[in-house]
């Protein structure tokens, strides 16, 4: 039997988790007053792509280790392409999104993130990166399976969502594996 066990968070994940989970709940109570239309979640869905798009191009720049500055590559240009295919849908079905607040949790929570990851370096940056990547892609793969994907009503943009979910838990489990391996040397 397989136990996925995750790594121990440091503050920075633990407070990016917090603030993960604050924007799931924030998205699921406007789903519960119908404020949660596909518009709403297209904008998030570009804006969470983007957030990661900023992550992994800090951390191709910036990465102590081959591994860490490929994985970051790799993050920004997955990211990057279903940043688009999302886009391309919704200018096929007319559908403008609706772009997150300046205070929408998720935001603030990336911008944080950018500017403690910026102030690291070395190993230290590559532990904290990867903390980073499997706090935020935890929290988002339980918003898209718990808040978004009930909540969207066209099924295009629903397929879209559950054809790239299996990539997010990909990329947690990529940087988990990769933190593991780190933490045992």
């Known amino acids: 039997m397989f136990v996925f066990r995750f790594p121990r968070l440091t503050a920075t994940a633990l407070a990016l988790s917090v603030t993960l989970f604050t924007a799931t709940s924030a998205t699921a109570q406007g789903a519960a007053q119908g404020a949660l239309d596909d518009p709403a979640i297209v904008g998030i869905f570009d804006a969470a792509n983007g957030f990661d798009i900023a992550t992994g191009t800090l951390a191709a720049k910036q990465g102590a280790s081959a591994a860490v500055k490929e994985f970051g590559a790799m993050l920004a240009r997955d990211h990057t392409g279903v940043r688009q295919m999302g886009r391309d849908l919704a200018k096929k079905l007319g559908v403008t999104p609706t772009p997150v607040a300046k205070d929408f949790a998720l935001k603030v929570g990336n911008e944080e993130a950018l500017k403690r990851l910026g ?3 070395g190993a230290a940056f590559d ?3 990867l903390e980073h990547e499997v706090a935020y892609h935890t929290a988002v793969i339980d918003a898209v ?3 978004l994907l009930p909540a ?3 099924a295009e943009l629903k397929a879209l969502v559950e054809k790239v979910a299996p990539a997010f838990v990909a990329h947690r ?4 594996g990769m933190l593991k391996k780190m933490s045992a040397n």
């Open 145 to 147: 399976t718990k808040t």
């Open 127 to 129: 532990k904290a990166f």
């Open 173 to 176: 489990d990529a940087a988990a």
């Open 152 to 154: 969207i009503r066209n």
């Open 119 to 121: 102030m690291l370096q």
